[in-house]
């Protein structure tokens, strides 16, 4: 099967925002994927609290356990204000050191803004194993903040 064009994902994750909220567009687009995790996040001071959650091996868990932002890559969307993506944790030295290294191989994730810019949390999408992160795949965790950003603040 091939994967809808960019325009016919843009317009599949609204209807997904529309028809099943945050959860399924979240869910949507994981399937469009193929990292096996795609999760919404809020910054809390020192802490990344889950806001919802998509494991594609375990659909029916709907959120993860908070940790500290230090102890997640969105750490380095947080700390830049812009998308931060890794194909393989383990050749890759902006992560040398981290935490998550020897267990998150591969991760893409977007910011979360507010109507006045200030950054709130992230989206991403992350996987055990090394990937290769698609353009399309950014583009629509980018998409999705901005659907977030006039749904949630308007």
Known sequence: MNPPSSDAARQGLKAAYADRGVRGAVAYLNSLTTHRFTSLYRFDGADLCNITF??????????????????????????????????????????????????????????????????????????????????RDVDLLEQMAGLLRREWFT
């Open 54 to 135: 998509f494991d594609r091996e375990n659909p029916g868990l709907e959120r993860c356990a908070d940790i500290p932002v230090e102890a997640s890559y969105c750490v380095f969307v947080r700390d830049s204000a812009s998308r931060f993506a890794v194909e393989d944790a383990s050749g890759d030295e902006r992560v040398r050191d981290h935490p998550k290294q020897a267990t998150v191989r591969c991760y893409c994730g977007v910011p979360l803004l507010d109507p006045a810019g200030k950054m709130f949390g992230s989206i991403c999408h992350f996987d055990l194993v090394p990937g290769r992160i698609a353009d």
